[in-house]
Every structure is written in structure tokens, then in C-alpha cells.
């Protein structure tokens, strides 16, 4: 996997990935609820399956993980599952293990009443896209809400292979000597190491802020018109 940048990182993410591909061929083709932890026998995250072979079997499918589960395979060390008699049985027991243990790569938070946006954020030179609850007091742009924590993940996965905006957070940005994951997998730009410049990467977020406002047609026209040129 060449598209790493850094070693220690293509290490553990290869671990971890290793990890999941020898767990399905053993893992029963059956209901439950599966958790995740990390080297310090933390669980780091809970989840439910129908069929719980074939969704701990989609974690490997690399070119469609999100960034969020790039780096949770990254700290894999362990997998535990309890098998339920029925999804339903899975879904509120995994629920309740969410509550109790508040794993840190569960989309779930405190205030379940409190919807998820989209933001990008406007307190430095090359903004960063984010999901974010609660009240809204950073400055930027909001988009949604949003009901299902799937429905803006999937969103911010789109947007960040579409426009390639950093999802990175300022204090990460800061300490980058060289691209990171993002870069590789085609996800960013890598402003935090100059290999874009502001201009250029405001156009990528206005692009998608066009885009989250509904004017999708024309971002297509857009794109369109640039793929003929080039070609």
C-alpha cells in the first residue's frame, strides 16, 4: 500500500487491517452486536450487524472507508462479539453498550436530542470541514441538521473526496511536515504543507459550499466544462 506517506502509520493501519481480514473467516454469519479495542484493551467502538461476518468483512474494503474509519482500524488490537437472536435485539443492545461505555469512535454523544450539522469553519486561512453539535458558537458555515449520523458522515466523506477539504483538526494541521493519509487516499490537498495555495483551496470550499446549498447543477456544469478542457 504505497499511498501512505508515513511509515508508522502504514504500519498500523496494515495491522489493524490484517487483524479484520484473518477475523472473517472465522466470525459466524449471524446477528450481534461486535466492539473494537484498541492496544489498551479499551473499547473503542460498538456496532450492530445482520450479518455480523460481512460487516466486520466491509472494513477492509479500504477505497470505501471513511476518514473516521481510517483511523479507527489504525487502533484496532481486538474484536469481541455477542451474538443475538434477532437485528432488533442487536440494535438495542448495542445502543445500550454506546450509552454505558461512550466508545470514542461512536457517532453517538451525550445529548442524543441534539441534531448533527455540517460545518466548515472560518477561523483559519484554509477551513475545515467538520461535523459538529450543539449550540452554534464557532464561526462559519452550518448545514443541515441532520437526523442520522450515517446520512453526514456519508455526506463529509462525499464532500472531502469531491472537493478535497480538510477534515484535520488546526493543532494536527499545524505539526504537518508532510501529507498525511488524506493526501494519499486523494481526500485533501495538503494546504498544511504548501502543496496548495489559499486561493486555490478557497475556490475547493466554496465549491462546497455552493454544493451544500442546493447548487448542484451548476457545480456539475462546472466540473463538466474542466474534465473537456483537460481532456
Keep these: ?19 479484520l481480514k484473518n477475523q472473517t473467516k472465522v466470525l459466524p454469519n449471524k446477528s450481534g452486536v461486535y466492539k473494537f479495542y484498541n492496544h489498551r484493551n479499551e473499547v473503542i467502538y460498538i456496532g450492530k450487524a445482520r450479518y455480523i461476518s460481512k460487516r466486520i468483512a466491509s472494513y477492509t474494503l479500504v477505497k470505501k472507508l471513511s476518514n473516521r474509519h ?7 488490537n481486538n474484536l469481541e462479539i455477542t451474538i443475538t437472536r434477532s437485528e ?22 451525550k445529548d442524543d436530542k441534539s441534531y448533527a450539522y455540517v460545518l466548515v469553519k472560518k477561523d483559519h486561512p484554509f477551513p475545515q470541514i467538520m461535523k459538529y453539535r450543539g449550540t452554534k458558537k464557532n464561526d462559519g458555515f452550518y448545514f443541515g441538521p441532520f437526523p442520522s449520523a450515517n446520512s453526514i458522515n456519508k455526506t463529509i466523506t462525499s464532500l472531502t473526496r469531491a472537493f478535497l477539504i480538510r477534515t484535520c483538526n488546526n493543532s494536527y494541521f499545524s505539526r504537518r511536515t508532510r501529507p498525511c493519509l488524506q493526501y494519499q487516499i486523494k481526500r485533501c490537498t495538503a494546504p498544511c504543507v504548501g502543496l496548495v495555495n489559499n486561493k486555490t483551496y478557497m475556490e475547493q470550499v466554496n465549491e ?24
Design 208 to 231: 462546497a459550499n455552493k454544493f451544500l446549498n442546493g447548487k448542484s447543477d451548476k457545480i456539475q456544469k462546472t466540473y463538466s466544462k474542466k474534465m473537456l478542457e483537460a481532456s
Design 88 to 109: 432488533i435485539e442487536a440494535l438495542i443492545l448495542e445502543s445500550n453498550l454506546i450509552k454505558h461505555l461512550q466508545p470514542k469512535y461512536n457517532i453517538r454523544l
Design 1 to 19: 500500500m504505497n499511498f501512505f506517506a508515513d511509515k508508522n502509520e502504514v504500519e498500523t493501519f496494515q495491522k489493524g487491517l490484517l487483524f
Design 70 to 76: 481510517i483511523n479507527m482500524i489504525s487502533e484496532i
